[in-house]
Antibody, heavy 121, light 107 residues
Framework: QVQLVQSGAEVKKSGASVKVSCKAS????????MNWVRQAPGQGLEWMGW????????NYAQKFQGRVTMTRDTSISTVYMELSRLRSDDTAVYYC??????????????WGQGTMVTVSS | DIQMTQSPSSLSASVGDRVTITCRAS??????LNWYQQKPGKAPKLLIY???NLQSGVPSGFSGSGSGTDFTLTISNLQPEDFATYYC?????????FGQGTKVEIK
């Protein structure tokens, strides 16, 4: 079945970096953009950016420019999201989510289970 | 950035009720509007894409409408499993943005 499986929870110190992985299965990995969305405790959803798994080209939200890097490894159908210079307000659940495509308004139809990242001082 | 505003932020309803949630975009987005449902501790689930298209596997009691700047999500016959938080999201431009969410609670 189509699924996205993310890496496990992380605890990091302020100023450190975290790298979250998202392994896709059950579909053609290079055929769909992969988005990253985060959710702080008790808060709403925040889009961080996407990566085109075919070309490797990313598109980052301005808010995260300079701190986020999205990459992919097509040999293992996995995308990565690395966030650097972590702050306490980066504490959140991070989700990867597949975009259907422009014909379906690029909706996010398959989501990973989420990865909790806790940043402590 | 396009701002998405949902109303209400929360509502209380009973099983069997008809519930309507609205979402307004700060500029026109055509029909590039999607709706998600999220239950506590779970990832969001796509309900409606492109304003009015029901995602495969989603019960027919969910429907979406609207275009331009004003959109609605309707749950026609609220079921116990529908108590959750609902988010709209625009996919017209980047950065993609979500509404703040509407929590549907049991009355």
């Amino acid at each position: 079945q189509v699924q996205l499986v993310q890496s496990g929870a992380e605890v990091k110190k302020s100023g450190a970096s975290v790298k979250v992985s998202c392994k896709a299965s059950g579909y053609t990995f290079t055929g769909y953009y992969m988005n990253w969305v985060r959710q702080a405790p008790g808060q709403g959803l925040e889009w961080m950016g996407w990566i085109n798994p075919n070309s490797g080209d990313p598109n980052y939200a301005q808010k995260f420019q300079g701190r986020v890097t999205m990459t992919r490894d097509t040999s293992i159908s996995t995308v990565y999201m690395e966030l650097s210079r972590l702050r306490s307000d980066d504490t959140a659940v991070y989700y990867c989510a597949r975009a259907i495509g422009d014909t379906a308004a690029d909706a996010l139809d398959i989501w990973g289970q989420g990865t909790m990242v806790t940043v402590s001082s | 950035d396009i701002q998405m505003t949902q109303s209400p932020s929360s509502l209380s309803a009973s099983v069997g009720d008809r519930v309507t949630i609205t979402c307004r975009a700060s500029q026109t987005i055509g029909t590039y509007l999607n709706w998600y449902q999220q239950k506590p501790g779970k990832a969001p689930k796509l309900l409606i894409y492109a304003a009015s298209n029901l995602q495969s596997g989603v019960p027919s009691g969910f429907s979406g409408s609207g275009s331009g700047t004003d959109f609605t999500l309707t749950i026609s016959n609220l079921q116990p499993e529908d108590f959750a938080t609902y988010y709209c999201q625009q996919s017209y431009s980047t950065p993609r943005t979500f509404g703040q969410g509407t929590k549907v609670e049991i009355k």
